[in-house]
């Protein structure tokens, strides 16, 4: 069974639309800043990958990753032609934060946030009479389990149209946590690379609408052929190639692919040592045998880490990359840890390449996994 993608939008500090996105990863310029959200003399990490959209001279404002939410979701929903009537549409909500940062700004600046104002439902249901919301706080992997289970109510007949989306913004309370539990300062998010130091925060947001095959609108952006989701509970914080072997394994197995058909990985590439070790790793031995391997790109280089959508936005990434041909490199990399050896790691420049099929991953603190496969609409 698959599911198509009828409609597709997304913002991030490097484009306010998918294809702005993807233009900035291919033309691969540095896109890090100076941290602006917080003050910076508090902390020792003085970069960030953050949207530009707070007040001149300086300060933050509260539910900004409602704002970009009900932003993309009205531009996805525009372009599968359903308009802003969500009345009868389930929306399913990934991330990692929620609106903590506007707790945060309640809390210490006073800044007007009542208690429904937390809830994603609320400013969608104002926006687009959405009865049916659900949000999922499953750390990085969030909007890929939000994939999976609008896939699910799909098959199961509980929805032919269903809208999945993921946001976040950076909160001083887990930039202050990343700064003090990463033992090296990183000054710029580089996956894969021999200089990587640890994870940097992104913000963003992205939304696709998924539809039972055959009942949208045409043109269809791409194919979901299946989505993996586990949670083995390993570490905190420490990934487990046990467990990410079965989710990987387990797409391919829902999605009826072999190893040897991915023409595309889009890695989840955090650019901490552990994950980038680990995912090289199982990465190695679940493509071992299978040819040249398929060409294997981390778009968190240049958008740092998103966070709750960031799974999202790498599969828009890999459906750009389908229709075009076109995989954009990892930004930096230029001399891949030993862990990465024999992978085809995209470097330097964009790769041309004829691309059917992609597999998109997606790790979380705590082992929640995710992994979805993607084929291109031809």
Wanted: aromatic share 6%.
């Amino acid at each position: 069974m698959t599911w198509d993608i009828t409609g597709m939008a997304a913002v991030a500090n490097i484009g306010a639309t998918p294809g702005e996105i993807f233009a900035s990863l291919c033309a691969g310029q540095e896109s890090r800043a100076p941290l602006k959200a917080f003050d910076p003399d508090k902390y020792r990490a003085a970069y960030a990958y953050e949207i530009d959209d707070r007040p001149e001279g300086g300060g933050d404002l509260p539910r900004r990753a409602t704002r970009w939410l009900t932003t993309v979701v009205r531009q996805a929903a525009a372009d599968a032609g359903l308009g802003e009537d969500l009345a009868r549409v389930p929306v399913l909500v990934g991330t990692t934060m929620r609106e903590q940062r506007s707790l945060e700004l309640w809390w210490r600046d006073g800044a007007q946030v009542a208690p429904e104002d937390l809830h994603f439902g609320t400013a969608l249901k104002a926006a687009f009479g959405a009865c049916t919301t659900y949000t999922f706080a499953n750390a990085c992997s969030a909007s890929l389990y939000a994939l999976g289970m609008a896939t699910d109510m799909i098959h199961l007949g509980m929805a032919d149209t269903v809208v999945v989306a993921g946001t976040d913004a950076a909160t001083e309370s887990g930039f202050g946590t990343l700064d003090r539990v990463q033992n090296d300062l990183p000054d710029a998010l580089r996956p894969f690379d021999t200089t990587h130091k640890g994870m940097l925060m992104g913000e963003g947001a992205a939304a696709v609408i998924v539809q039972r095959t055959g009942t949208g609108t045409e043109p269809v952006h791409a194919r979901v052929r299946g989505v993996s989701m586990n949670c083995d509970a390993h570490h905190a914080t420490a990934p487990d190639p046990d467990g990410i072997t079965r989710a990987v394994r387990d797409a391919h197995s829902r999605a009826g692919v072999r190893a040897e058909d991915i023409d595309l990985v889009m890695l989840h590439g955090s650019g901490t040592p552990l994950n980038d070790a680990t995912e090289s790793s199982v990465l190695r031995h679940i493509f071992q045998g299978a040819g040249a391997g398929p060409r294997m790109t981390a778009i968190k280089a240049m958008t740092g880490h998103t966070m709750g959508g960031s799974g999202l936005l790498s599969l828009m990434m890999a459906v750009l990359a389908m229709q075009s041909g076109t995989v954009p490199p990892v930004l930096g990399l230029s001399d891949p840890i030993p862990e990465a050896a024999g992978l085809h790691l995209v470097q330097g420049a964009p790769a041309a390449v004829d691309l059917s099929l992609a597999q998109v991953d997606a790790f979380g603190f705590g082992g929640i996994n995710a992994v979805a496969i993607v084929e291109a609409a031809r």
